[in-house]
């Protein structure tokens, strides 16, 4: 399994440490995985042109790091999104780049379960995770909108979600999660 775990922390902090370890336990046990720290990355925003579902499908038009990340995306089978609440959120750093995953779908839609959703542009699209890491502040209502977010977020893309846990969950139950099929 190829792992890929998309950091949205946008200040060094012990979730790192936590991220850190869960990439080198499932590599420790023979899985391939890749943290990529989007803060160290130049991404700029959608700016809503939709060029890369008609001028150029699947190709945005925004040149900086997304980039390089669009195979690392396509190519994983467990693609982490990972954050430290912000205000009872995932940070702004991992929502921008969510908001840049629509070049990896495709504009037709179909009917799935009585809703309407983007059809696959690739053959193989990666199960989901998330991992957040919440403040003391934080309540079970704010970690139950970061899970549903990405729960919708699975169905849009029509992949599985797999694992939601916080940085308080034992690195074991996160590698179980991550490693069910």
């Known amino acids: 399994m190829y792992c890929l775990v998309l950091n949205g922390n946008p200040e ?6 936590y991220l850190a370890t869960f ?4 590599e420790r046990r023979g899985h391939e995985t890749k943290v990529v720290q989007l803060r160290s990355l130049e991404l700029a925003y959608c700016n809503g042109c939709w060029s890369c579902w008609w001028k150029t499908p699947g190709v945005c038009a925004r040149k900086d790091a997304m ?3 669009y195979p690392e995306m396509v190519r994983a089978d467990l693609v982490v ?15 921008k780049t969510q908001d840049r995953f629509i070049p990896l779908a495709h504009p037709y839609i179909e009917l799935v379960d009585g809703e309407c959703h983007h059809r696959h542009r ?4 990666a199960d989901i995770g998330l991992i957040v890491g919440p403040t003391p502040e934080d309540t079970d209502e704010d970690l139950d909108i970061a899970a ?4 919708r977020f699975s169905k849009n893309t029509r992949t599985k979600l797999r694992l939601v846990a ?4 034992p690195i074991e139950e996160v590698l179980h999660d991550a490693l069910a099929a």
Do not use: C, M, V
């Not at 060094?12 to 440490?17: H, L, R, T």
């Not at 990439?23 to 499932?26: C, F, G, I, N, W």
């Open 23 to 26: 990439a080198r336990e499932l």
């Open 122 to 125: 690739y053959a193989h699209n």
């Open 67 to 69: 980039a390089g990340l």
């Open 12 to 17: 060094p902090s012990p979730f790192d440490d």
């Open 166 to 169: 916080t940085t308080s969950t």
């Open 81 to 95: 999104w990972a954050s430290p609440l912000i205000l009872g959120a995932i940070s702004a750093l991992l929502k």
């Open 148 to 151: 549903s977010l990405f729960q």
